[in-house]
């Protein structure tokens, strides 16, 4: 990967809607090099999609909560079964397993307390967890998609 994929990267990041031409004028190449370069980053998986992010505010999800979920059970087949269940939930746009007191961490998008405690309900349900603790985000001070690109 050279300076121009990563300009062509942070072009990207910044805005996915940029055409072909206006892309390749931002990163100093013609419109077929630069073509060429993008389909090859995308061949490599090196860039998985180009998407609109929406303002959840904007589309009356207006409340963000952190799942924090430990388990006794650590094994290939419940981890299987819990991945499978999380996975079905839209509310859910994050899901790590996790090092440390935590094993597991969702990132939950929901309107309000209420549709907050319906999701709980169909999670606790879905799979046998030791601990299910929660905490609402207050205030978004950073949210990016984002990547540094300067450890390339």
Known sequence: MDAIDRRILAALQRDAGLSMAELAAEVGLSTTPCWRRVKALEEKGVIRARVALLDP????????????????????????????????????????????????????????????????????????????????????IKNTTELPLDYL
């Open 57 to 140: 505010a904007q589309i009356g999800l207006g409340a963000t909560v952190f799942v924090a979920v430990r388990t006794a059970h650590h094994n290939a087949d419940w981890l299987q079964r819990f991945a499978d269940a999380v996975r079905q939930f839209p509310e859910v746009v994050e899901f790590y397993r996790m090092s440390g007191e935590i094993d597991y961490l969702l990132k939950v998008v929901i309107p309000d307390i209420p549709a907050f405690d319906r999701f709980y309900k169909r999670l606790i349900a879905s799979v046998d967890m030791t601990d299910v603790s929660s905490s609402f985000a207050m205030e978004e």
